[in-house]
Structure formats: C-alpha cells, structure tokens
C-alpha cells in the first residue's frame, strides 16, 4: 500500500513533468497550454493511483478491474486531444503536435502514478528536446529546388479574409508550410505563415497581391 508521502510526491511531481511540456506550449499560444498539460498529467496521476489503492483494498474481489481504468485514460484523452487539431481556411491543418503531446503527458501521468519515476523524467526530457529541437530543425530542413520565406500580416478580423490569403499563395503555387494566427485588439489578427517556394521571383509578386486584399494593414517578409 502507498502511504501518504508517497501520494504526495507523485502529484506533484506529476505537476512538474508535465509544467515543463505546458510552459513550451503556452509560449507558442497553442490551443492547450500549461494549465491543461497539468490537469491531463495530475489527472492521469490519480486515476493510476485509484488503480495501485483498488489492487491494494479489493484485489479478492473479481468485480473490480482496475488495471482497465488506466487503459481508458490512453484512449479516452484522444477526445481532448482532438479539441486542439483545426482545419485552417487554407486546408492547413494545425494542432496534431498539441494533441501528441496531451497523450503523452496523460502517459507520464500515468507513469508517475505506478512509480516508474526514471522513464517518466526520460520521456518529459526527451518531449521538450522534440518540441523545441526538431521544431527548428524542421523549419530550417531544405528541400532541394525550394525557396523558404515568412510573411506575416496585419488584417481586420472577418470571414474569408484568411481564404483569400491561400487563395492568393495558391495562385502563386506557394506551399503553406505552417500557419498561425494570433488575434489581437481592435478586431484585428496577426497571420505569420512559413511559405515554399518554386520561383523566388513570385516573391515580390505575392507580397503585392497579398498588401491588394481589402482590410490588410500591413505586410512584412523575412527569409
């Protein structure tokens, strides 16, 4: 049986794990942030806990099936993940590392709760160095025959105004690479967008199409 200290240390080291992961997160405003990887770990932590106390009080008893609980939380937080993938107007579609990351903090969760201290630091040290490593290590890889450019707008928040802006890279064969908008005050939204290009050429040409669109205030590019 765990006595109290060891319930103690696991909650809150369930809070620091998964603290870590939420903060890189928060910092790039995703839609799951550093409160809801703590409640998803904490959470996972208790439910692994129930599972060790109903072994521990009621394992002569066949109706209890605790090693099941903690089989649902796996599958379970796929419909929380799913809350954070967006289809953008673009057809871009964001969110799916969010959603990795909440079942894998659900597992660290889990982890934490059963003891299993040293694969659950593991884990988190390696989720942070995925997050943050391969993140940049992505944006800089080349493909051959590529130009890569980022341009970020300025644009009064209203339907369709984020369609017209793939419509127009389209157009220009440009690849969305990532997209992300960041709603600001005075109904307006900051869209930054990491582009490939074919023709470097085309680069001048949609970044006067794009400054063309009705309600674009302002068009920066970098790259």
Do not use: C
């Amino acid at each position: 049986m765990l006595d109290n200290k060891q319930i103690i240390i696991r909650l809150l080291l369930s809070i620091l794990l998964s603290s870590f992961i939420g903060i890189d997160r928060e910092s790039t405003k995703k839609p799951a942030g550093l409160r809801t990887h703590i409640l998803v770990s904490l959470g996972s932590t208790l439910i692994m806990l129930l599972s060790i106390y109903i072994n521990g009080n009621f394992q002569q008893d066949s109706f209890y099936y605790s090693d099941r609980i903690a089989a649902q939380v796996i599958s379970g937080i796929g419909f929380l993940g799913a809350g954070t993938i967006l289809r953008r107007d673009t057809g871009v579609i964001t969110g799916l590392t969010t959603a990795a990351s909440l079942w894998v903090v659900a597992a660290i969760g889990l982890t934490i709760g059963a003891g299993f201290y040293l694969a659950a630091i593991i884990t988190t040290v390696l989720v942070i160095i995925t997050l943050m490593s391969f993140h940049r290590i992505g944006r800089r890889f080349k493909t051959k025959g590529y130009h890569y450019i980022s341009i970020s707008l300025v644009s009064v928040d209203k339907p369709g105004q984020i369609g017209q802006i793939g419509q127009i890279l389209g157009d220009f064969g440009a690849n969305i690479l990532s997209i992300d908008i960041d709603h600001k005050d005075e109904g307006l939204i900051r869209v930054n967008l990491d582009i490939a290009l074919k023709k470097f050429s085309n680069k001048y040409d949609i970044l006067n199409s794009l400054a063309s669109i009705d309600s674009i205030i302002e068009v920066s590019q970098s790259g």
